[in-house]
C-alpha cells in the first residue's frame, strides 16, 4: 500500500456539515490553502488541502485517488482498501442473501465476481460458506451458515463442489429443516502428516508461491508412487519411510494438504475422470498436476500452468471456489 505523508499533522475530513453549535461560530473560523507539502511513496503530489486552525484537510476522495483506494458514499462513507479509485459504489447485483440468523448478516458476495452465481451456487451459499470459512482462519470451527434452495439437485451440487477445498479442515452439509441445508467445518485429524512435514513448511516460508509449489510437488513426487487403483491418504503419505502408491485424487489431496499448511489457496479439480489441482499462485490461478508430474522426467509436465490438464466438469464450480478462497480473483 502507498503511503501519503505530511510534513505536518493532517487531518482528513468528508463533508463540510458543521454541528450546531460550531455553526453558531463559523465566522470566526478562518480556511486558508495549505501550504504543506504531500508525499506519496517519496513522491511529492499536487493534493487541494486548507488549513483551518493550525490543521490540514483534505478530502478522503482526493487521498483515494493518490494512495490507491476507493472511496464511495452509500448511505455512508465507505471504503474498499483492496480496489482502485473510481468513486463508486461496485456493480449492484440482484439476488443479494436474505438475513441469515445462523451466519453473519454481512453480505459477502457483493465483494465476489457476480458471474460466478448460478442456481445452484448462489449467493447466498456463498455468504454461508465464506463465513465458515472465515471462522476457521480465526480458529472458530463452531460457526454455521444456512442455506434455502428448491431443487434437491442443486444441495447435492453444492455439496459435492466442497469437497474441492478440503484442506485442514472439511466443509460440508447436513439438512436444516425444509428446502434448507447448513454448511458447517469439521477439522481433519492430520497430526500425523503435519509432525513428518513441519520441516518441509519450514523450508518453503521463504520461498515464492511457485516457489513454493515446485518444492511441494517434487516432494510429493519423492513419496508417492502413482497407480490408479490405489487410494492412500494424507497421514499414510507422509509418514511412510518409503514412497507409496495412490492414484490422481491422492496426489490432489496430498497437494491441498501442503498447500494449506503452506498458505496457498488450492482447489482439487476434476475432469474427465482425473483430478488435479488448481493453485492461486503469485496472484493467478494456475495448475498442477502432480500425478502427471510424478510420470515424467523433471516432475514437471503441468507445474504452475496457465491451462488445465483435461476438460474441467463443473467449470462454474471451479470459479465459485475460487472467488470463495480468493474474492474477485476470476474477473
Avoid at 480556511?31 to 484537510?57: M, P, W
Avoid at 434437491?152 to 429443516?177: C, K, P, W
Avoid at 519450514?202 to 508412487?225: F, G, P, S, Y
Avoid at 503441468?302 to 478462497?325: I, N, Y
Wanted: glycine share 8%.
Amino acid at each position: 500500500m502507498k503511503k501519503a505523508t505530511f510534513l505536518l499533522f493532517a487531518c482528513f475530513f468528508i463533508g463540510t456539515t458543521l454541528a450546531a453549535p460550531a455553526a453558531q461560530a463559523a465566522s470566526a473560523i478562518l480556511a486558508e490553502r495549505s501550504v504543506q507539502r504531500v508525499y506519496v511513496d517519496g513522491v511529492g503530489i499536487d493534493l487541494e488541502a486548507y488549513n483551518i486552525g493550525g490543521y490540514n484537510y483534505v478530502k478522503l476522495r482526493d487521498i483515494g485517488k493518490a494512495v490507491g483506494f476507493n472511496v464511495y458514499w452509500d448511505g455512508s462513507v465507505e471504503i474498499q482498501s483492496d480496489q482502485p479509485y473510481t468513486g463508486e459504489a461496485p456493480p449492484a447485483s440482484e439476488g443479494a442473501p436474505e438475513e441469515n440468523k445462523n451466519a453473519d448478516p454481512l453480505d459477502y458476495s457483493k465483494y465476489a465476481n457476480p458471474d460466478v452465481f448460478t442456481e445452484a451456487y448462489t449467493r447466498e451459499a456463498y455468504n454461508a460458506a465464506y463465513f465458515v470459512l472465515s471462522g476457521v482462519s480465526d480458529g472458530d470451527l463452531s460457526r454455521t451458515g444456512t442455506v434455502h434452495y428448491d431443487v434437491y439437485g442443486d444441495r447435492q451440487q453444492f455439496e459435492n463442489l466442497l469437497v474441492g477445498i478440503a484442506n485442514g479442515v472439511t466443509l460440508s452439509v447436513e439438512d436444516a429443516g425444509e428446502k434448507s441445508y447448513m454448511v458447517y467445518a469439521h477439522e481433519m485429524d492430520w497430526s500425523t502428516a503435519d509432525a513428518a512435514t513441519d520441516e518441509l513448511i519450514r523450508e518453503v516460508q521463504a520461498l515464492t508461491d511457485r516457489e513454493k509449489v515446485r518444492r511441494l510437488n517434487e516432494w510429493i513426487c519423492m513419496h508417492m508412487i502413482y497407480d490408479s487403483k490405489s487410494t492412500v491418504g494424507v497421514n499414510e503419505v507422509a509418514a511412510a519411510s518409503a514412497p507409496v502408491s495412490g492414484e490422481c485424487i491422492s496426489y490432489a489431496r496430498m497437494m491441498n494438504y501442503l498447500c494449506s499448511r503452506a498458505g496457498i489457496p488450492c482447489i482439487k479439480v476434476f475432469g474427465e475422470g482425473h483430478c488435479w489441482n488448481l493453485i492461486y499462485t503469485d496472484g493467478e490461478w494456475t495448475y498442477t498436476d502432480v500425478s502427471l508430474n510424478d510420470q515424467v522426467y523433471g516432475h514437471s509436465a503441468l507445474l504452475c500452468g496457465s491451462s488445465p490438464a483435461k476438460r474441467l466438469d463443473d467449470p462454474a464450480g471451479v470459479c465459485f471456489l475460487q472467488e470463495l478462497l480468493v474474492p474477485n480473483s476470476t474477473r
